[in-house]
């Protein structure tokens, strides 16, 4: 028998070695020091810390392509069940999908198997691990029921108070949370590691619509409700998420302020805008909101996003891509934005074959800064 180390035996001690002393060093192989990524949650996953950290990179080369349920269905199909193909609009219009994909978990706090749109949480599952494995970044917001009447989130009934901590409906929001977390917990990627998410709940809370916004709360409560939420989830052992905070256009500063957490609960800042106004005041508001939310994210050292958008006025405007969309979030250093759900021809707002914007969606796809999902993994760590 040999005592001496063989060549072999001697390159194997050197790569461990080297290993061994990155790991020292607090860096993983790929050169990410995750101690020195800071998020709200402390405990979050190094899954998590990579994604916002790919979501700071991505911010500084461009702004990424995102569709609300772009794989689940689009104008005049609907996913089987088979949910091997990842089909979506956007991918027939350009060849490519979106960077960004939204999901809505609405009644999965009810324990349903489909969200309230008729997504099957199960399709939800297979498509955000096949789309994290392409470089996708996935969000959720979370159009839940009214926890005291069992109405829908427009159901304007207060409710607030009720599932905050002594609150009459405790209970069944702790019920609720955990059906939430199994759920975050549930998505694993191929090596069974959770998949990190940017949720972004209680949205629009500046807005009267839903029971956690406007004149059906107080800024106080919903600042309690989302501290709770997070705090009822990172007790669930949910370490995978991002927290994204995104009030409906503001008209000032103060209105972006008034029922922010505060910094150290939240990861992203955001802003919904859609051209209910018309095509010009939304450019403008698109300029500005952004421009406010960037003051605040570039404060905080924290990434932004337009989290939702879309043209409103389905089946007008052949050029909305290029000479209302681009100009607002032009040279913003928005992270992403995301175009709400193609739900059927009178509620759409991307476009798809043969729909009026097709040609200049192209051209809007073009542009170097707008970034789809065959070009994400150049830009990020993966
Ligand atoms: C809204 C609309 C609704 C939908 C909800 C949640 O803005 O699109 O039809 O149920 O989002 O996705």
């Given at each position: 028998?040999?005592?001496?180390?063989s060549i072999?035996?001697?390159?194997?001690?050197?790569i461990?070695?080297?290993?061994l002393?990155?790991?020292?060093g607090?860096k993983?192989?790929?050169g990410i020091?995750?101690n020195a990524i800071?998020?709200?949650?402390i405990?979050?996953t190094?899954?998590t810390?990579?994604?916002?950290?790919?979501?700071?990179?991505?911010?500084r080369?461009?702004?990424a392509f995102?569709?609300?349920?772009?794989?689940?269905y689009?104008i005049?199909w609907k996913?089987?069940?088979?949910y091997?193909v990842?089909?979506?609009?956007i991918?027939?219009?350009?060849?490519?999908l979106p960077?960004?994909?939204g999901?809505?978990i609405?009644?999965?706090?009810l324990?349903?198997?489909h969200n309230?749109d008729t997504?099957?949480?199960d399709?939800m599952r297979?498509?955000?691990q096949?789309?994290y494995d392409?470089?996708a970044?996935?969000?959720?917001?979370w159009h839940?029921?009214?926890?005291v009447t069992g109405?829908?989130s427009?159901?304007?009934?207060?409710a607030v108070p009720?599932?905050?901590?002594?609150?009459?409906q405790r209970?069944?929001y702790?019920?609720?949370?955990k059906?939430?977390?199994?759920?975050f917990?549930s998505?694993?990627d191929k090596?069974?590691n959770?998949?990190?998410?940017?949720?972004?709940p209680?949205h629009?809370?500046?807005?009267?619509w839903?029971?956690?916004?406007?004149d059906?709360?107080?800024?106080e409560d919903y600042k309690?409700?989302?501290?709770?939420t997070?705090?009822?989830?990172?007790?669930?052992?949910v370490?995978?998420?991002?927290?994204?905070?995104?009030?409906?256009?503001?008209?000032?500063?103060?209105e972006f302020e008034k029922?922010y957490?505060g910094?150290e609960?939240?990861?992203?800042l955001g802003?919904?805008?859609?051209?209910h106004?018309?095509?010009e005041?939304?450019?403008?508001?698109?300029k500005w909101?952004?421009e406010?939310v960037?003051?605040?994210?570039?404060?905080?050292?924290?990434?932004f996003?337009?989290?939702e958008?879309?043209?409103?006025n389905?089946?007008e405007?052949?050029l909305?891509w290029?000479?209302t969309?681009y100009p607002g979030?032009?040279?913003?250093?928005a992270?992403?934005?995301?175009?709400?759900?193609n739900a059927r021809?009178s509620?759409?707002?991307?476009?798809y074959?043969g729909e009026i914007?097709?040609?200049n969606?192209?051209e809007?796809?073009e542009?170097?800064?707008i970034?789809?999902l065959?070009e994400v993994?150049?830009?990020?760590?993966?």
């Amino acid at each position: 028998m040999k005592s001496t180390l063989s060549i072999k035996d001697f390159i194997k001690y050197l790569i461990v070695l080297s290993l061994l002393v990155l790991n020292v060093g607090c860096k993983s192989i790929s050169g990410i020091d995750y101690n020195a990524i800071k998020v709200s949650d402390i405990q979050a996953t190094n899954s998590t810390k990579l994604l916002y950290h790919n979501i700071q990179s991505i911010s500084r080369k461009g702004i990424a392509f995102g569709h609300q349920d772009a794989t689940a269905y689009g104008i005049g199909w609907k996913h089987d069940e088979n949910y091997e193909v990842l089909k979506s609009d956007i991918q027939k219009v350009v060849g490519a999908l979106p960077v960004v994909h939204g999901y809505d978990i609405g009644h999965i706090e009810l324990g349903r198997n489909h969200n309230l749109d008729t997504v099957s949480f199960d399709l939800m599952r297979n498509h955000i691990q096949k789309l994290y494995d392409k470089g996708a970044i996935i969000t959720m917001s979370w159009h839940l029921d009214n926890p005291v009447t069992g109405g829908s989130s427009w159901d304007k009934t207060p409710a607030v108070p009720a599932v905050l901590e002594g609150g009459g409906q405790r209970d069944k929001y702790v019920l609720w949370i955990k059906r939430l977390a199994e759920f975050f917990n549930s998505l694993k990627d191929k090596q069974g590691n959770v998949i990190p998410i940017v949720f972004r709940p209680f949205h629009e809370m500046n807005g009267s619509w839903f029971w956690w916004g406007g004149d059906n709360v107080s800024p106080e409560d919903y600042k309690q409700l989302w501290k709770e939420t997070k705090q009822l989830l990172e007790e669930n052992n949910v370490h995978s998420l991002l927290y994204a905070y995104s009030p409906n256009t503001v008209s000032s500063e103060e209105e972006f302020e008034k029922y922010y957490p505060g910094d150290e609960f939240v990861d992203i800042l955001g802003v919904d805008i859609y051209n209910h106004s018309g095509n010009e005041a939304f450019t403008k508001d698109v300029k500005w909101n952004l421009e406010i939310v960037k003051q605040k994210a570039l404060l905080a050292n924290k990434p932004f996003a337009l989290t939702e958008t879309g043209n409103n006025n389905f089946g007008e405007d052949p050029l909305w891509w290029t000479q209302t969309l681009y100009p607002g979030i032009k040279d913003s250093g928005a992270a992403w934005m995301l175009l709400w759900r193609n739900a059927r021809p009178s509620h759409y707002f991307a476009t798809y074959p043969g729909e009026i914007s097709e040609e200049n969606f192209k051209e809007f796809a073009e542009l170097e800064e707008i970034i789809f999902l065959d070009e994400v993994k150049e830009l990020t760590t993966n």
